[in-house]
């Protein structure tokens, strides 16, 4: 077991299985996916707060306007 | 209709990967299906498949999304970007010795022009922690036929043992 990370290839034609070290690109493109995930579910993240906020700040403006909760449950 | 529907090959790994490739995937199909379930290293529930094909790291791959976590529903849409997005499977904080699992359907994986790609996936996180489950399209813009698909953990750095990759052929005739 090595520290690098290793990749598998099988080749679908010849069915040989190739296993080797990544490479320092192969590496470093890995960080950049790694950081894109990252962004990817810090905006989605935020996304789904905003919309959270959203909902319960409508919810409690039809409360405020006399609306019971099964009737602001019933239209949201 | 597709009327055949034959394993081309698959993986099933012995110890940890950074990467599952097939490559030389032969040209004789109509469309392609991986299935995969997998669980990588990342400590957190979620884990996504970063994919390429051809090995092109050319801005060539776009895709849209809609997910549920839990009760809370989420989109989202990516543009040109250098690699393409398959969602969810397990990452290494999900229940233990639980894989996620994935279908991608690639049709029309010889042509020169855009391809569109479907995918669907599903984390199998059984404790208190919400699973992921998401659809996806895409779409490569390369302009050669798919010979090869690479799937890489996006958040962790390999995918554990026993997570396992298997390539279809569809045929349509």
């Known amino acids: 077991m090595t520290d690098t990370p290793q990749a598998v290839e099988v080749n679908c034609t010849t069915g040989e299985v190739t296993t080797r070290p990544l490479t320092a690109d192969e590496i470093a493109a890995q960080a950049v996916a790694a950081q894109a995930a990252a962004d990817q579910a810090a905006a989605q993240e935020a996304q789904d707060k905003a919309k959270a906020d959203a909902k319960a700040s409508a919810m409690a403006k039809l409360a405020a306007l006399g609306l019971s909760a099964d009737e602001v449950a019933a239209i949201l | 209709m597709a009327s055949t529907y034959t394993l081309i090959s698959s993986q099933v790994l012995a110890s940890s990967a950074s990467s599952v490739t097939f490559s030389a995937i032969p040209a004789t199909y109509t469309d392609l299906v ?31 999304y809609l997910q549920v976590n839990g009760s809370t529903a989420g989109s989202g849409a990516f543009s040109n970007r250098t690699t393409e997005w398959a969602l969810y499977t ?40 919400p699973a992921m489950i998401a659809v996806l399209a895409g779409l490569y813009q390369g302009t050669s036929a798919i010979s090869s698909i690479s ?23």
Do not use: K
């Not at chain 2, 990452?91 to 279908?103: D, K, P, Q, R, V």
């Not at chain 2, 799937?151 to 005739?173: M, Q, V």
């Open chain 2, 34 to 64: 991986v299935r995969a379930s997998a669980r990588s290293d990342f400590a957190g529930n979620d884990e996504i498949f970063v994919i390429r094909y051809n090995s092109d790291s050319a801005a060539n791959y776009s895709f849209r």
């Open chain 2, 151 to 173: 799937f890489a953990p996006g958040n962790g750095t390999n995918w554990l043992s026993a997570s396992s990759f298997y390539l279809y052929g569809i045929s349509n005739a």
């Open chain 2, 90 to 129: 397990n990452g290494n904080s999900a229940t233990s010795n639980t894989f996620g699992n994935l279908e991608m359907y690639i049709p029309n994986y010889t042509s020169t022009s855009s391809r569109p790609y479907s995918s669907f996936g599903v984390g199998e996180t059984n404790a208190s922690s």
